[in-house]
């Protein structure tokens, strides 16, 4: 056997970002039997099972009520809606997030005020929240990212000082816990995505909005089917927004799995922390208080586009999430703000990377994830995490 043989890496199979054929073969029998009822019943539109996913949801969320919607951009719109915020309101969100927080505020008709985040969670920065206050600011939008929540005590306070409305931007914190309690039932509504890889995900689009106050829940429910409370009496302009009873099906069928799949991701980021160590990337932090559900493993390097393009040539699912912040989109440019203006958050998107995670992966997956990780930071002598990228993590 010659030495070039020798020194070749070891096959082996390529491990996708997100693998959702796996997570269906270990519930297909529940699923086809759930969706079969629905199609044989023809209760295809606010049928019975959006009612009891939504009382089975607002449970888990430790919330009072829940109102299915089509996706988790309408739940985020509908419930800015709800509260009556609208054009010439202000709504506070976070710098580092999906462009779907702003655009469900714009679409709202208000303006998206942004604020830098946490150079530790990625989330949002209270103090920076405090000083974007103005006398427009009608809601603040906190973003649990990457399934971990949002410093939710101090935002709370800042709410509950200033007269604003506190809507968690939960998509993707399904089961995750702040001080003990649910997100979901930590401001005054929360908003849910149920996108086909999500930690709680349908077969296609969906969202929910939970809250505690019945008034309000009462008319996201006219909000999401024309602003009727009964068929034909349109109370104002609402919309079409309805949560398919078919994917409500399928996600009673899931939720039923959620807390076990969750603990999988806890497992899998402990081993990704363990097996990363001295690698030279930063891995993710979980504070004090938080019980995150590990929605992305987000780690950061340096050299994140060249060790991306190894691991994509490895056969690893490797993302960005988010490469271009939301102020220097062409679509926000109207918002005036310029390159420089959220320094964290622009340092990050040139640093972060999203690993595969999933309940479903195992550890000699994540290990070999790992062995390339090291192989290729360890390839150059002088790759070594910066003294900025260290500063972000402490």
């Known amino acids: ?5 020798l020194m070749q890496p070891k096959q082996q199979p390529p491990v996708p970002f997100v693998d959702l054929a796996a997570q269906y073969r270990t519930i297909a029998a529940e699923i086809n039997q759930a969706t079969s009822k629905v199609i044989e019943d023809t209760d295809f539109i606010l049928g019975r ?5 939504e009382e089975e949801f607002a449970a888990f969320c430790e919330a009072g009520y829940a ?3 089509d996706s988790g951009t309408s739940a985020l719109e509908l419930a800015l809606r709800a509260y009556d915020i609208g054009p010439g309101d202000e709504v506070i969100t976070a710098a580092n997030t999906f462009i ?15 604020v830098d985040v946490d150079p530790l969670t990625h989330t949002i920065d ?3 929240i405090a000083r974007a206050i103005t006398q427009h600011t009608k809601a603040i939008l906190p973003v649990h ?3 971990h929540p949002a410093h939710m005590a101090p935002i709370r306070q800042l709410g509950a000082k200033s007269g604003i409305i506190v809507i968690e931007d939960a998509c993707q914190a399904h089961g995750a816990r702040y001080e003990g309690k649910r997100a979901g039932s930590l401001g005054d509504a929360a908003a849910f995505s149920f996108y086909p890889g999500k930690n709680l995900g349908a077969y296609g689009d969906g969202g929910m909005v939970v809250t505690h106050d019945r008034e309000v829940a009462e008319r996201l429910r006219m909000l999401r089917n024309y602003g009727q409370k009964e068929k034909y009496h349109h109370l104002f302009r609402g919309y079409n927004r309805r949560l398919d009873t078919l994917q409500a099906a399928i996600l009673r069928v899931k939720l039923k799995y959620l807390e076990r799949w969750n603990a999988a991701r806890r497992f899998n980021a402990k081993l990704y922390h363990d097996f990363l160590e001295g690698t030279g990337v930063v891995t993710p932090a979980e504070t004090p208080g938080v019980e995150s559900v590990w929605h992305l493993y987000v780690v950061l390097s340096e050299h994140r586009d060249t060790l991306r393009e190894r691991l994509v040539s490895r056969g690893i699912g490797a993302s960005i999430h988010y490469p271009i912040p939301i102020h220097l989109q062409p679509a926000y440019k109207d918002l005036g703000y310029k390159q420089g203006d959220f320094p964290v958050t622009e340092g990050l998107a040139s640093r972060i990377l999203s690993l595969p995670m999933f309940a479903e992966l195992t550890s000699e997956q994540v290990q070999f994830i790992a062995e390339t990780i090291r192989e290729f930071m360890s390839a150059d002598a002088n790759r070594q995490p910066s003294s900025k990228v260290l500063s972000q993590a402490r």
């Open 1 to 5: 056997m010659s030495a070039q043989m």
């Open 126 to 128: 209270v103090a920076g």
């Open 67 to 69: 109102v299915g919607v």
């Open 145 to 147: 990212l990457y399934g």
């Open 100 to 114: 779907a927080t702003a655009l469900a505020i714009s679409h709202a008709g208000a303006k998206p005020v942004l």
């Open 49 to 53: 099972e959006v009612n009891l996913f």
